[in-house]
Each structure stands twice: as C-alpha cells, then as structure tokens.
C-alpha cells in the first residue's frame, strides 16, 4: 500500500489563513453544481471571470450574457462557432465576448486563469483531475466538487496543494457536513465519521430485482435533481463508495474510520463522532447552494435573508432512521476499501470502469447489476497496477483509457 500524505490541505479551524473569495472560475458551469454555483455568485456579489463547459452552447450562452467573464472554455471548435453565433443573436457586442478557447488546454487554462483567486472544480468524471491539478499547482483555492480528482489522484493533488499553498474546500454535502462537524473540535480528536446515503431507488431490492430495473427507474432520484451519470452512480451506491475514499484523503483518515447509513429522508448530511464519545451531525434541507455557499465564504456564513428556514418540527422531518448497507447486494463500498488499500493506480481502475460500465448502461446495452458484474472484471484484470506509485498524469490517462477500452469491449457472460 502506498504511503499517505500526512499534511492537510483542508482548513482545519475558523482561523486558518484562507483567503477571501471575491473572483471566481467555474469548471463545469452548465451542470447542476456550476449552475447552482452562478446563483450563489449573483447573490454574494462575487466576480465570474471565467468559465469552462462542454458542448451546451445554449445554457452557455446565458451564462456569458449574464456575468461577462473575460475567459471562456468549451469542448471544441464545433461547440465554439455555435456559442459566438448564440452571442450575436443576443446582441453581445465585439467588445464585451470574451476570450473563448475549447479543448483540454482550454480548460486548464481557465482553472488557472491569473484573476480568479477561487476555483470551483464542477466537471464530472476522470477529465476533471487534470483541472483540478492545474489550479492546485497555482495555489489557487479550491472548491471541490469532483469526486474522481481525489478518487483517481488524491495523494497527487494534495501534495500539489501543500506545495503551492492551495486551499481545497469540500463541496460535496457530505463531506462539506463532515468537515464542518469537524470544525468544532482539535486535530486528531476523530474517531470515526458517517456518511449518510439516500439508498437511491433501489433500496431494499434484491439482487435479483435489480436485473430488472430500467434506465428510467435508476434516473428517478428519490431526494436530489442530479446528473445522469452521477445519479445513477447514486442507485448504485458508487457515489458513496468514492466519497469513502474522497474521505479518506480529504480528512487524513484511514477507510475503517469511515461508515456509511442509509437514510432516506436526506435531512442529517452526515455525522462526526468524537473520541470522548459526542456525536456530531449537520443535519438541513437536500440543498446543494448550502454547501457552495460555505465554501465560498468561509470562515464566514451568508445571511440569506427573509429565506424559508428548515423547519425541523415539520412532521415530514420530524423522524429520522438510518440503516445498513446491504454490500451484497450493493459492493461498490467494497469495492472502495478494497482499491484504497491495494493503493498504486487501482482506485482510477475502478473509476474508470465505473465510468465506462455506467455509459453502457445509460445506453442500454447491459442490464443495471452488471455494472457491477463489469467493474469487479475489471478490478481483477488490471490488479497489477496496484504496483504503479506516483505516475505522471499522461501515464493516468493511458491507463484510465485501457481500463474504460476493456469494459466497453467487455463481453457480458448469462
């Protein structure tokens, strides 16, 4: 097993030197979190200087019109044209576009771009690591919401951080309700941490049941509006499963100190237990411009004004229950412990694999329990590559394409 890096690069306390956030680059900003971010940024009064998005030229578009950064990022030359028309046709004057690039390059360029002191790290998936290195080597603080970054990367981007002096913020709303439990007491007074999980769809189903189960029904989220492929790693449990290793390096934990429940209301984000036997929890409405608007703003928190509060009386809220994980029938968290102890280059396999065994998925070429059957393949194919330590990123992308090549060419056995 490697060894891990022992330096935080997460704010420890409420005086930890963080600087202000006052100019931002979103990574990301057509998706759910870039969208929900722009709000929190209209209403702090923050500055978007840059943005980076994929081929949604039309969202884009009002993005620009919207906030006028000065540096924009898309997919290609394609997605390119059609934004610079879309900003003619909203009147847009030659003066007021921005810069606008496409391509990997573009992106890391964004993610570094000279003004933005605040980068909020949106894009889903493995191509959101090399972003998230690039603001890391500039010393620029980061709002963490890709999970792969870590999953794929984490002792890589943390000794990025601590090189440059890069803060990382978690987003996520569990980590960000871990993090923030965590505030209240000294290093090193953890004992364990719990995240806490909706179930996704398919709570309590059998093996079996979840042959069955449609694209549909694995898209219908009980509590949150998401992504496609984040939500269906959420019915697969996948998501949970990175954010133990998530988890792992954002809080300097080892994976037996990590525990996940299910709790299906989605009121508690998640708990903190203590050494001398507390237990904490950040507990709140299923609302992702929370966790944004922490991270932006700390130490300091936003008075959101005459907003409806949590009504914690409500008999919708009133009772809470947690469960265990069924790892039988779900053995993505298995799969996470398994990979972080092996160390090396496994946890980008069972990313990978994910990823591409999702995509067969959502295209409907394989059943929904043979993403997993696929990732545990894949898991057993590539084991030598635990023995791979400290890689260049090119070589992670070699190797994140020969995993997610195997899975999609993968033949499913009856």
Same mark, same amino acid.
Request: glycine share 6%; net charge negative; charged share 20%.
């Given at each position: 097993?490697?060894?891990?890096?022992?330096?935080?690069?997460?704010?420890?306390?409420?005086?930890?030197?963080?600087?202000?956030?006052?100019?931002?680059?979103?990574?990301?900003?057509?998706?759910?979190?870039?969208?929900?971010?722009?709000?929190?940024?209209?209403?702090?009064?923050?500055?978007?200087?840059?943005?980076?998005?994929?081929?949604?030229?039309?969202?884009?578009?009002?993005?620009?019109?919207?906030?006028?950064?000065?540096?924009?990022?898309?997919?290609?030359?394609?997605?390119?044209?059609?934004?610079?028309?879309?900003?003619?046709?909203?009147?847009?004057?030659?003066?007021?576009?921005?810069?606008?690039?496409?391509?990997?390059?573009?992106?890391?360029?964004?993610?570094?771009?000279?003004?933005?002191?605040?980068?909020?790290?949106?894009?889903?998936?493995?191509?959101?690591?090399?972003?998230?290195?690039?603001?890391?080597?500039?010393?620029?603080?980061?709002?963490?919401?890709?999970?792969?970054?870590?999953?794929?990367?984490?002792?890589?981007?943390?000794?990025?951080?601590?090189?440059?002096?890069?803060?990382?913020?978690?987003?996520?709303?569990?980590?960000?309700?871990?993090?923030?439990?965590?505030?209240?007491?000294?290093?090193?007074?953890?004992?364990?941490?719990?995240?806490?999980?909706?179930?996704?769809?398919?709570?309590?189903?059998?093996?079996?049941?979840?042959?069955?189960?449609?694209?549909?029904?694995?898209?219908?989220?009980?509590?949150?509006?998401?992504?496609?492929?984040?939500?269906?790693?959420?019915?697969?449990?996948?998501?949970?499963?990175?954010?133990?290793?998530?988890?792992?390096?954002?809080?300097?934990?080892?994976?037996?100190?990590?525990?996940?429940?299910?709790?299906?209301?989605?009121?508690?984000?998640?708990?903190?237990?203590?050494?001398?036997?507390?237990?904490?929890?950040?507990?709140?409405?299923? =609302?992702?411009?929370?966790? /944004? $608007?922490? *991270? +932006?703003?700390?130490?300091?928190?936003?008075?959101?004004?005459?907003? &409806?509060? #949590?009504?914690?009386?409500?008999?919708?809220?009133?009772?809470?229950?947690?469960?265990?994980?069924?790892?039988?029938?779900?053995?993505?968290?298995?799969?996470?412990?398994?990979?972080?102890?092996?160390?090396?280059?496994?946890?980008?396999?069972?990313?990978?694999?994910?990823?591409?065994?999702?995509?067969?998925?959502?295209?409907?070429?394989?059943?929904?329990? =043979?993403?997993?059957?696929? /990732? $545990?393949? *894949? +898991?057993?194919?590539?084991?030598?590559?635990?023995?791979?330590?400290? &890689?260049? #990123?090119?070589?992670?992308?070699?190797?994140?394409?020969?995993?997610?090549?195997?899975?999609?060419?993968?033949?499913?056995?009856?």
């Amino acid at each position: 097993m490697v060894s891990r890096l022992s330096k935080s690069v997460v704010p420890g306390s409420l005086d930890a030197l963080v600087p202000v956030t006052q100019n931002l680059s979103v990574l990301g900003s057509t998706g759910s979190i870039g969208r929900q971010t722009l709000e929190v940024a209209k209403e702090e009064g923050y500055r978007v200087l840059a943005l980076a998005a994929g081929q949604n030229a039309k969202e884009l578009a009002k993005q620009v019109a919207r906030f006028q950064p000065q540096y924009v990022s898309v997919m290609d030359e394609k997605v390119k044209a059609e934004l610079m028309e879309r900003l003619r046709a909203l009147s847009i004057s030659q003066d007021s576009t921005p810069i606008i690039e496409c391509g990997r390059s573009s992106v890391v360029r964004a993610a570094q771009w000279p003004d933005a002191d605040t980068v909020v790290a949106a894009i889903t998936g493995f191509a959101g690591l090399e972003p998230v290195l690039a603001a890391a080597s500039s010393g620029k603080k980061i709002a963490l919401a890709n999970k792969e970054s870590l999953v794929v990367a984490g002792e890589m981007v943390k000794a990025l951080a601590a090189r440059t002096g890069a803060w990382i913020l978690p987003v996520d709303s569990e980590h960000s309700a871990i993090w923030q439990c965590m505030l209240s007491s000294p290093p090193k007074s953890v004992r364990r941490v719990i995240l806490t999980c909706s179930g996704g769809p398919f709570f309590q189903k059998t093996k079996d049941e979840l042959n069955a189960v449609t694209l549909e029904e694995a898209l219908a989220h009980p509590t949150w509006s998401m992504g496609g492929k984040i939500t269906i790693d959420s019915a697969t449990l996948m998501n949970k499963a990175f954010e133990i290793i998530e988890g792992c390096h954002l809080f300097d934990l080892p994976h037996t100190s990590i525990d996940v429940v299910i709790h299906r209301q989605s009121i508690v984000h998640s708990l903190v237990e203590f050494k001398d036997g507390a237990l904490l929890a950040q507990a709140g409405a299923p =609302d992702m411009t929370v966790p /944004i $608007r922490y *991270a +932006l703003s700390f130490p300091h928190r936003s008075d959101r004004g005459a907003r &409806p509060v #949590f009504d914690l009386l409500a008999k919708e809220n009133a009772t809470w229950r947690f469960q265990p994980v069924d790892e039988d029938v779900f053995p993505s968290l298995t799969y996470a412990r398994e990979v972080y102890e092996a160390g090396g280059l496994m946890p980008l396999v069972l990313n990978a694999s994910n990823e591409a065994a999702v995509s067969r998925f959502m295209r409907q070429e394989i059943a929904f329990a =043979d993403i997993f059957w696929l /990732i $545990r393949r *894949a +898991l057993c194919h590539f084991a030598q590559m635990a023995d791979i330590s400290a &890689p260049l #990123f090119d070589d992670m992308m070699i190797a994140h394409q020969r995993v997610i090549q195997y899975v999609m060419e993968e033949r499913i056995c009856p």
